[in-house]
């Protein structure tokens, strides 16, 4: 049995894999960890199983008392790291968060798991089944030009926003504590992630919900940047194999091999909302604002907007690594994962009712790119 410490146990991803490991895993000990910001729900851990060894802390990964608390008295040996502020457009608008949770956040957590697993002489851990996992992203990478080969694990840093740069720095941070004091370390960098609990400030929550609102849906630039999406359950079994068989050490790329440009996923995601709207009629009761409710497309509210500052073109994974030592492979194609995240969403309306609060609006209303 182990004990895992799962910090933003309460956000998009970090909620999916808590479910993964309490189905996967069921023996083991989960401790969630979470600041419950904006992005961060308690509601997504409440579907748990009744029977989930499972306990919620509501904390900040920056309160390093707390964090070296809980590692003691819960006798953690894994951490799983996600706590992270996320949003690229947050992070362009107010980078401050982003350095304190991701960079000092981060070494606060590597700190803590230093002194309870290597540097106390009474500790009974030393480096063998114990790991400090970090999720990180692809965006530290930079961006790509359209003939450029994917990001390999040895692709240069060159991040761009404040957020991929203070990804970028705790990566590093990760990387010296193994380097330096032989902390057991894993660290993956993922593409862009779909699925279920995804908070509507991303791309696809939020064209799917704007969409159904009838209000528009903000095209930033000219559309065809490119992302490469994988389903979140993907990322979750990913994360598990790199847990369980990656050397320790070592950084893996995961991704979809699923690249799109984006205007590409807004007019799927509309047509599909047509469809719908055309094949259960009670939706147009439900959501009587969507242009699928009165007949029309949906493509009607696309609306192009100023661009991001310093908008990646193109991201794109070469997930050889993962796939060759671990053999990662995605299970969900584009089709069946966007199927399933629209039913979600469909189905799932008071979760994203109570999530869009007074703060969401205020987002939305003020951030730059819907101020044009
Ligand atoms: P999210 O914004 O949905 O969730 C972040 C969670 O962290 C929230 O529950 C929030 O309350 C919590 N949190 C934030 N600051 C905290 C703090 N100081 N202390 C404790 N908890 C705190 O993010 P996500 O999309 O689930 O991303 C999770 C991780 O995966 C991040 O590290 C992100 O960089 C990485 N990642 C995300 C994607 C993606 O497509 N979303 C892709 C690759 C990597
Ligand atoms: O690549 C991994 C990263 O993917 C993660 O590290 C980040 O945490 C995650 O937020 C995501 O970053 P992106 O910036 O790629 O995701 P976002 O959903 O914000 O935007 C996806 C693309 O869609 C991007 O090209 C910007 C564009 N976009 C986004 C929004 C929110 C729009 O055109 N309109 C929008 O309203």
Redesign the pocket.
């Known amino acids: 049995m182990r004990t895992l410490l799962i910090?933003?146990g309460?956000?998009?991803?970090?909620a999916n894999l808590v479910h993964y490991w309490a189905r996967q895993y069921p023996q083991d000990r989960l401790v969630v960890?979470?600041?419950?910001?904006y992005?961060?729900n308690s509601a997504n851990l409440e579907t748990l199983p009744a029977q989930a060894n499972f306990r919620f802390v509501h904390g900040?990964?920056?309160d390093q008392l707390l964090v070296d608390q809980l590692l003691a008295e819960e006798g953690i040996d894994t951490i799983v790291h996600?706590?992270?502020?996320?949003?690229v457009d947050r992070s362009i608008v107010d980078p401050e968060a982003f350095i304190q949770?991701n960079v000092i956040?981060t070494h606060n957590l590597l700190k803590a798991a230093k002194k309870a697993w290597l540097d106390n002489p009474g500790s009974s851990r030393g480096r063998d089944g114990v790991l400090f996992h970090h999720?990180?992203?692809d965006e530290v990478y930079g961006s790509l030009g359209s003939e450029d080969p994917p990001f390999s694990e040895t692709t240069p840093y060159a991040p761009n926003s404040p957020y991929a740069a203070s990804?970028a720095a705790s990566d590093h941070l990760v990387r010296s504590y193994y380097h330096t004091y032989g902390l057991p370390i894993t660290t993956s960098n993922?593409?862009?992630?779909y699925g279920p609990y995804q908070?509507p400030e991303?791309l696809i929550p939020l064209m799917l919900i704007n969409a159904l609102e009838g209000r528009p849906l903000p095209v930033y630039g000219d559309g065809a940047n490119i992302r490469d999406w994988l389903q979140v359950n993907d990322h979750c079994r990913g994360i598990d194999l790199i847990m369980n068989h990656g050397r320790r050490g070592e950084t893996y790329n995961l991704g979809g091999h699923n690249e799109l440009p984006n205007m590409e996923i807004i007019d799927l995601l509309c047509r599909a909302m047509d469809q719908r709207f055309a094949e259960d009629t009670s939706l147009a009761t439900r959501f009587p604002e969507c242009p699928a409710a009165k007949g029309k497309q949906c493509t009607e509210l696309i609306t192009f907007v100023k661009d991001r500052p310093g908008h990646d073109r193109r991201y794109a994974i070469d997930p050889r690594k993962a796939q060759k030592e671990l053999g990662f492979v995605p299970h969900y194609s584009f089709i069946e994962g966007i199927t399933a995240t629209i039913d979600w969403y469909l189905t799932n309306e008071p979760w994203w009712r109570a999530v869009m609060d007074g703060s969401y609006a205020e987002w939305m209303t003020t951030n730059y790119c819907n101020r044009c």
Do not use: M, Q
Not at 82 to 87: L, N
């Open positions: 910090t933003g309460a956000g998009f991803i970090g960890l979470d600041a419950l910001t992005a961060g900040n990964i920056c996600f706590a992270a502020e996320s949003h949770t956040g999720v990180s992203t990804k993922c593409s862009n992630n908070f991303k």
